[in-house]
């Protein structure tokens, strides 16, 4: 590229050099032109001698243009119409610059004999040489620099804009797009180093995913396996819980029942959030009827505290399991965070049983109720002091979504509310 502009400008400057010397050669040719008196005498002294014919002075051979008038200014002699087109009089000569010679016979005035100044015609002609080498430089450099736009378009801006939709690519992250490389591109080395680049950035984007997948890997397969000693734990408190008669170590095991069944909900959930991160928290979708939520809604209600409508009989399209650890989820919230009755009341809304599940505890703000259903995030209000992980509401609002269901929350001025909408067969 910069042999490109040396060439240009080496090229700029001889055409610069060569149209000054034209016009110096040119300028310089224009000179001043001796006027031959003793010649101008014989052309006067021819025409009178041969006044009734003066074609006479065609074959003398002057190497000059003559114009020969009367007395009354009638044209009797003219070697160019041209030349002598507006020449009526010999006034007109004198104001054009022309030699004008009365011929006289004693006394007698003839007319007059009219030749075009030779210093003059020398200007005129050298003036129209600098007029038509100016034209020729002028279209000369006015087509050298619009080659130049259009070497300049070609090599620098449209690379540059290449450059500049490529790194905006990169911004938003397109990884797979490579930048083109144009032999002769000023930014070639740069254009080069941005792909190279670029190649890093996505095998390193490659590499954190890979980790990140490690890691839910890690997490899933972590909490996986907590399941299994928790699970054991509520086993032998049951059986504990039978054999005991002390009710202080009934009321020592009840505690250690609820404490490790808070452990297998926050289990529950970090197995759920990572396997929806690997995309195997899968729903087998089979139609039921509407009596399985009764049955769902008693295997989660251990402390006896809801109180449900009539559940209107109809065929639900749904996975089972999922269904249960969504209203498991939000029952479990309300004990934590309301310790309220919940109230349950069902109906139809156009393709869905809708499913309102409402506790009386303080209830969230308002403007954090689009943010209930966000990973890890839990509610100001009434969650200090109170374990969880933030991913309860999360993954059933997912869960719904994944059986073609809507899970929502509202705030009134006492209590929360969860509404689950449970799709239709």
């Known amino acids: 590229m910069t042999r490109g502009f040396r060439k240009f400008f080496i090229f700029l400057t001889l055409v610069l050099i060569v149209s000054i010397s034209l016009l110096i050669i040119v300028a310089r040719s224009t000179y001043y032109v001796e006027i031959d008196g003793v010649e101008l005498n014989g052309i006067v002294q021819t025409a009178k001698e041969n006044w009734s014919d003066l074609s006479v002075l065609d074959s003398k051979n002057y190497d000059k243009d003559i114009l020969v008038l009367s007395s009354n200014n009638e044209v009797l002699y003219s070697t160019s119409d041209k030349i002598f087109k507006n020449i009526k009089s010999p006034l007109d000569a004198v104001q054009q610059g022309m030699i004008t010679m009365t011929v006289n016979d004693s006394e007698l005035f003839m007319g007059t004999v009219i030749i075009p100044n030779p210093s003059k015609l020398m200007f005129e002609s050298g003036v129209q040489k600098l007029f038509l080498i100016s034209i020729l430089i002028a279209m000369l450099m006015i087509i050298s620099y619009i080659s130049f736009i259009v070497y300049i378009n070609k090599r620098v801006i449209v690379p540059f804009k290449k450059m500049k939709e490529f790194a905006g690519a990169i911004a938003q992250g397109r990884l797979d797009e490579p930048l083109m490389m144009d032999k002769g591109n000023i930014f070639g080395a740069f254009t080069e180093s941005f792909d190279i680049m670029r190649e890093e950035l996505k095998a390193a984007r490659q590499r954190e995913i890979d980790l990140k997948m490690e890691e839910k890997e890690l997490v899933a397969s972590l909490s996986h396996d907590l399941k299994t000693p928790v ?3 509520k086993a032998i408190c049951s059986v504990v819980a039978v054999k005991v008669e002390d009710e202080y170590i009934k009321g020592k095991i009840k505690n250690i029942e609820q404490k490790t069944e808070e452990i297998n909900t926050l289990v529950s959930d970090l197995l759920s959030s990572a396997l ?16 399985i939520l009764k049955t769902i809604v008693e295997e989660h209600d251990i402390q006896g505290k809801v109180t449900a409508t009539d559940i209107p009989e109809c065929i639900l399209r749904i996975d089972r399991n999922r269904l249960s650890q969504v209203i498991g989820n939000v029952i479990s919230n309300s004990y934590k965070y309301a310790d309220t009755k919940i109230d349950i009341c069902y109906k139809y809304s156009e393709k869905f049983l809708e499913m309102k599940i409402k506790d009386y505890g303080e209830g969230v703000d308002e403007n954090e109720l689009g943010f209930l259903t966000n990973k890890f995030y839990r509610g100001k209000k009434n969650s200090a002091g109170k ?7 999360y993954i059933s609002s997912e869960l719904m979504k994944k059986m073609n269901g809507q899970l929502y929350c509202l705030s009134e001025d006492q209590g929360f509310e969860v509404i689950i909408m449970i799709p239709l067969a």
């Open 231 to 233: 699970t054991g734990i």
């Open 276 to 291: 929806e991160d690997l995309g195997e928290m899968n729903v087998n979708l089979t139609e039921e009827t509407s009596e």
């Open 387 to 393: 374990e969880g992980s933030g991913l309860g509401l």
